[in-house]
C-alpha cells in the first residue's frame, strides 16, 4: 500500500529502531490525532442536530466507531507492509485525515438528504448512505494512527492507550469551551490545525517540516477564503429554511452557541400561532419568526406598549386559565420569542417569572429587537431566569398561580417523528410532579400540543398528567383536569385541587365562543365533545375516560401508538411507535402508514441493520484472509466485544440521563465523553504501572466496575438530586467527579487485554483493536434503542453483565496454541 504523501524516515527513525524516544514521539502524535478525531465527532454531531436531527448523535458515534474497527482490521491484514516505514505512515495518516475533513466540507453542501423522505425515495437512502460513507473515511484514517501505536509498541500498550484517552478527553473540553465563543468553520480551522500538529513530533527531515508548514499556511488561507462568515448550510425540511422562501424573507440574527444556532427571519408574510381560533375578529401584528437549530419557537411580536392592540390574546386555547384567575402569578418555562410574557401581560398577570436556557435567545430579546418587542424581556413586573425549566423548578421554593411549559418543534418534524429519540426531562411524570409541588392551593399546570390525525402527544400528556395526580397522593384524577382543543391546538390544564362549577361553566363559555371544542372537564358527556373542528372520533374524550378507569392497560395496549408517560428513566416524550404500525406499513396499506411512523426511531434500526453486517463483514475479512488463526479467536471475540459494547453502554447512558442536570446534549456529551475518556487514561496508566499484567488483575477491576455500577444503579437519585441546586459550572465538575469511580477502572480491561495477548498472540493485537471497535459501533446504537424500550438502568446493568462476560474470558487470552 502506498501513502501519496509518506516521506523517508531518517536514519535514527527507520523500522526496527522503535526506541523510547521513538515511543514518545508516536505517542505526541497519538494524542494530537485523537484530540482531533473527538473534536471532529462532536463538532458533527452538533451541526447534524442543527442540519437534521439530535439523534443523529449516535449515528456519528456509530460511524467514527466503524472507522477504529476497520482500521484494526486493516492493519491487521497489511501489517506487514505497514510496519517497513512505520513512523512515515504514523506521518502521513494525520495528514490524510486532513484532506479528507476538508473533502467532507466540500461534499456536505453537496450531498443532502432529507430524512422525512427516506421511506419515500430512494435517491435518499442512496444520499445518505454516501454521506455516511465519507464521514466513515477520516475517521479510520485517523484510527490508523492509533493502531499503528499498538501494533508496534506491543510492550508499551497501557501508555498508548493513556495518549489515546487523555487526547481524546481533552479534544472534547476545547470543543465544549470552543462552543461558547466559536462557530462551526472557526472550530474546523482548529481541528485542522490540531491534526497537523500531530505531524510535528515526526517532522524529524527537512521535506517534512516544510510540507507542514505549507499545509499550516495552505488550512489558514483556505479558511480565509472560504470557511469564515460562511453561513452554516440547512436543510429544505427545516422550518428555518421554509421560512426563508416567504415572501420579502430577510435573515436578521444567525448565532451558533452552545444550546443551539439561533435565527431570526423577518417577513411580512411570516405569521405564527397555532392555537388562534378561526373565528379571531382581531388582526395579528407584524411577527418576525424566531428559530433555535432550524425549527420554530414561535414568533417576535411587534408591540409598542399599548395592551389594547393585544386583543387576539383572548381568541388563545392558552388563555383558558386566564378566565379562570384574577391577577395570578405566572412561572413561563420556555420563553422563546415572548408571545407567552405578552399573553400574560394581557390578562393582568401580577407578576411573570420567565425561565428561558438559552441566553443567545435572551440577549436578541434585549439587545437587537428590544424596541421592536417593547421590552417585554425588561419589563418591571417580569423576571427572567437564564437556566433551565426542571432544574429551576426543583431548586426554587417560590409558588405560583400558573405554571406554563412550552415545547417548540416543527410540526412536521414532530408529526413524522422527527423527535422521537429526543431526551425531554421537562415532560416527565416526575416533572408534573415537581410542578404541582410548585403551585399554590387552587394553581395550574398548562400544556398545549400540536395536534396529529390519530392524535398521540396530547393523550400521552393527558396519561402523564393523570399519573403525575394519583402519585402525589390527590387521589382521583378526573376532576382535576380540563381540557381543550382548536383545530390544531390541544390544551390541557391541571390544577392542584379540584375544577368547581363556576370553572367549568366559564370553560363552557369561553370554548363556545371561539369555537374551540371542550375534550373533557368533570362530568362531561361524549356529546359534548367534537362540535366545531371535526375529527373522526371524539379521541381525547374517548382517552381520558380510558386513561382514568380501571381499563388503562388496555387503553395502553389497544391504541395504535405507543402512549404510556414518559419517566426520568424513559425521557422520550415524542416516541410512540408500535410494532402494529410497521406490520401495517409492511402491509397492504403499505405508504398510506408513512406519516404515523416514528422515522427517528425507525432510522435508529435501519442504521443498526446496516452497522451490524458491516461490522461482521469486517471482522471476519481478516481471518478469511489468515486461517491459521482462526482457531484462536473465540477468547478474543468475546473479550474485546463484550468491553467494546460495555464501555459504550456505560457512556451512551450517562451521556443519555445526564442530560437531565447538564441541560443540553452538547453539554452533557462533551462533559461525558471528556471525562471518561480522561479518567479512563489515567487508569490505563495506573494499571500500567502497578502491576504486570495477569489474569486475575483484570477480574479485580471488573470486580470494582460491577460494584460501582451497582451502587450508581441503587442511589443514582441521591447521588445527583443535589446537583439541580448548583450552577452549570459546578454541575458539569459534580458531574464530572461522579464519573470518576467507573471511569477509572473501565481504562484498565482493554490495554491489559492487549498486553496479555502481546505475550501469547501478538499477530492478534490490531484484530483485537478491530474487534472492540467494532461492537462499540453497534452499542452505540444499541444503547439508545434499549433506553427506549427499557430505560438508562437496563442499559447500565447489561453493561455490567457484559464486563463480567469478560471478565470469565480473559484467563484464555494468554494461553498459547
Not at 299 to 326: H, Q
Request: hydrophobic content about 50%; charged content about 15%; aromatic content about 12%.
Amino acid at each position: 500500500m502506498k501513502f501519496s504523501l509518506t516521506v523517508g524516515d531518517s536514519p535514527q527513525l527507520v523500522a526496527g529502531n522503535l526506541n523510547s524516544k521513538n515511543i514518545s514521539r508516536v505517542q505526541a502524535s497519538i494524542f494530537f490525532i485523537s484530540m482531533a478525531l473527538i473534536a471532529y465527532e462532536i463538532l458533527l454531531i452538533k451541526v447534524f442536530a442543527i442540519q437534521y436531527w439530535y439523534h443523529f448523535a449516535s449515528l456519528i458515534i456509530s460511524i467514527a466507531l466503524l472507522g477504529f474497527g476497520a482500521s484494526g482490521s486493516f492493519i491487521f491484514i497489511f501489517r506487514d507492509v505497514l510496519k517497513r516505514r512505520p513512523l512515515a505512515v504514523i506521518y502521513s495518516l494525520p495528514i490524510c485525515f486532513l484532506l479528507t475533513l476538508w473533502l467532507n466540507l466540500y461534499l456536505s453542501r453537496i450531498i443532502v438528504f432529507n430524512p422525512l423522505m427516506l421511506a419515500w425515495r430512494v435517491e435518499e437512502i442512496f444520499n445518505f448512505s454516501l454521506l455516511c460513507l465519507f464521514i466513515f473515511i477520516p475517521f479510520f484514517l485517523g484510527a490508523l494512527t492509533i493502531g499503528m501505536g499498538f501494533t508496534l509498541y506491543t510492550e508499551d500498550i497501557h501508555r498508548i492507550y493513556f495518549s489515546n484517552l487523555t487526547g481524546s478527553g481533552v479534544g472534547a473540553l476545547i470543543v465544549l469551551l470552543s462552543l461558547f465563543h466559536l462557530g462551526p468553520s472557526e472550530l474546523i480551522l482548529i481541528i485542522s490545525l490540531i491534526s497537523l500538529i500531530a505531524t510535528f513530533p515526526l517532522c524529524v527531515t527537512g521535506i517534512r517540516k516544510l510540507v507542514s508548514f505549507v499545509l499550516i499556511c495552505a488550512v489558514i488561507l483556505s479558511y480565509v477564503a472560504f470557511l469564515h462568515e460562511t453561513p452554516l448550510a440547512m436543510n429544505d425540511f427545516k422550518d428555518l429554511t421554509q421560512a426563508k422562501k416567504l415572501k420579502g424573507a430577510k435573515g436578521e440574527v444567525q448565532i451558533f452557541g452552545p444550546l443551539g444556532f439561533v435565527a431570526v427571519v423577518d417577513s411580512p408574510a411570516y405569521h405564527y400561532l397555532p392555537d388562534l381560533s378561526l373565528n379571531c375578529p382581531d388582526p395579528l401584528p407584524r411577527q418576525k419568526g424566531l428559530f433555535l437549530d432550524g425549527n420554530s419557537v414561535g414568533a417576535i411580536n411587534r408591540f409598542a406598549g399599548d395592551i389594547d392592540s393585544l386583543g387576539f390574546m383572548d381568541c388563545r386555547t392558552v388563555s383558558l386559565p386566564y378566565k379562570l384567575f384574577k391577577n395570578p402569578s405566572v412561572l413561563i418555562i420556555g420563553g422563546g420569542g415572548g408571545t407567552e410574557v405578552l399573553n400574560a401581560r394581557y390578562h393582568g398577570a401580577e407578576h411573570v417569572d420567565l425561565v428561558e436556557i438559552n441566553r443567545d435567545i435572551i440577549h436578541v430579546m434585549r439587545d437587537r429587537y428590544k424596541e421592536f418587542s417593547g421590552g417585554i424581556y425588561d419589563e418591571n413586573r417580569i423576571t427572567v431566569f437564564a437556566e433551565d425549566g426542571r432544574g429551576y423548578l426543583e431548586g426554587t421554593d417560590d409558588l405560583y398561580d400558573l405554571i406554563q411549559i412550552n415545547l417548540p418543534g416543527a410540526m412536521g418534524a414532530l408529526t413524522a417523528g422527527g423527535y422521537s429519540m429526543n431526551e425531554n426531562y421537562i415532560f416527565t411524570v416526575e416533572a408534573l410532579k415537581t410542578c404541582l409541588n410548585r403551585l399554590r392551593p387552587g394553581g395550574m399546570i398548562l400544556l398545549s400540543r400540536g395536534i396529529e390525525s390519530p392524535p398521540r402527544k396530547g393523550i400521552k400528556i393527558l396519561a402523564m398528567a393523570i399519573q403525575a395526580l394519583e402519585a402525589t397522593g390527590q387521589g382521583d384524577a378526573s376532576p382535576s383536569i380540563v381540557m381543550i382543543r382548536s383545530w390544531q391546538r390541544a390544551t390541557l390544564l391541571i390544577k392542584r385541587g379540584t375544577f368547581g362549577r363556576e370553572e367549568i361553566a366559564s370553560t363552557m363559555k369561553f370554548c363556545r365562543e371561539r369555537f374551540f371544542d371542550l375534550c373533557y372537564y368533570p362530568g362531561m358527556a361524549e356529546g359534548e365533545a367534537n362540535r366545531f373542528n371535526r375529527m373522526d372520533e371524539s379521541y381525547f374524550y374517548r382517552a381520558a375516560k380510558m386513561l382514568l378507569s380501571d381499563k388503562r392497560e388496555e387503553f395502553y395496549d389497544a391504541y395504535p401508538f405507543y402512549i404510556r408517560p414518559a419517566t426520568d428513566d424513559r425521557p422520550f416524550f415524542s416516541y410512540s411507535f408500535k410494532k402494529t404500525i410497521l406490520k401495517r406499513y409492511l402491509g397492504p396499506e403499505g405508504r398510506t402508514i408513512i406519516p404515523f411512523v416514528d422515522w427517528g426511531y425507525m432510522l435508529m434500526w435501519l442504521s443498526l441493520l446496516v452497522l451490524i453486517p458491516a461490522s461482521l463483514i469486517l471482522i471476519l475479512v481478516p481471518l478469511r484472509i489468515v486461517r491459521r488463526l482462526s482457531q484462536r479467536i473465540i477468547p478474543v471475540f468475546f473479550y474485546f466485544g463484550s468491553l467494546g459494547l460495555a464501555y459504550i453502554f456505560i457512556e451512551m447512558a450517562l451521556l443519555q440521563q445526564f442530560i437531565r442536570y447538564l441541560h443540553s446534549p452538547v453539554f452533557s456529551a462533551s462533559v461525558v465523553i471528556s471525562s471518561f475518556l480522561i479518567y479512563s487514561g489515567i487508569g490505563s496508566m495506573i494499571g500500567g504501572k502497578l502491576w504486570r499484567t495477569k489474569g486475575y488483575h483484570i477480574v479485580f477491576t471488573v470486580i470494582v466496575i460491577f460494584l460501582v455500577g451497582v451502587v450508581y444503579l441503587k442511589s443514582s437519585d441521591y447521588l445527583f438530586a443535589p446537583l439541580s441546586h448548583l450552577p452549570l459550572w459546578a454541575r458539569m465538575v459534580a458531574c464530572s467527579l461522579l464519573i470518576a469511580p467507573i471511569a477509572l477502572p473501565m481504562g484498565i480491561p482493554f490495554p491489559s487485554g492487549l498486553s496479555l495477548l502481546a505475550g501469547a498472540r501478538i499477530d492478534l493485537i490490531p484484530w483485537a483493536w478491530g474487534i472492540n471497535g467494532f461492537f462499540s459501533v453497534i452499542g452505540a446504537t444499541t444503547a439508545v434503542i434499549i433506553s427506549v424500550g427499557l430505560g438508562f438502568k437496563a442499559v447500565i446493568l447489561l453493561a455490567l453483565c457484559l464486563y463480567i462476560l469478560a471478565g470469565i474470558s480473559c484467563f484464555s487470552l494468554s494461553v498459547r496454541k
